[in-house]
């Protein structure tokens, strides 16, 4: 019914930037929250942001002034714009949406995408 593809991940310097971008394909479908998360090896899944259909946003503190998510509801299209990446913030990073068709409303992730930032 419905799919995430995620893009934009790779491999940048300290201070680098980023955007990540994550599009829902199919029919008859409304989303409501989205999200960003990481998960950095031997570390748990973290939230970093979420927007909802309005686009009120909130962050994780740690990215807070340096990640900005952003919502394209007429291309179902979510983004994260990474702003003065640290090491730290490496990590494959998910995109989340819940989602509803018809009657059913159910959490979809994407593949995951690898950002990695490295000197």
């Known amino acids: 019914q419905v799919q995430l593809v995620e893009s934009g991940g790779g491999l940048v310097q300290p201070g680098g930037s980023l955007r990540l971008s994550c599009a829902a394909s199919?029919?008859?479908?409304?989303?409501?929250?989205m999200g960003w998360y990481r998960q950095a090896p031997g570390r748990q899944r973290e939230l970093v942001a979420t927007?909802?259909?309005?686009?009120?946003?909130n962050y994780a503190d740690s990215v807070k002034g340096r990640f900005t998510i952003s919502r394209d509801n007429a291309k179902n299209t979510v983004y994260l714009q990474m702003n003065s990446l640290k090491p730290e913030d490496t990590a494959v990073y998910y995109c989340n949406a819940n989602i509803l068709t018809g009657t059913i409303r159910g959490d979809y992730w994407g593949q995951g995408t690898q950002v990695t930032v490295s000197s």
């Open positions: 199919g029919s008859s479908f409304s989303i409501y929250l």
């Open positions: 927007t909802t259909r309005a686009g009120t946003a």
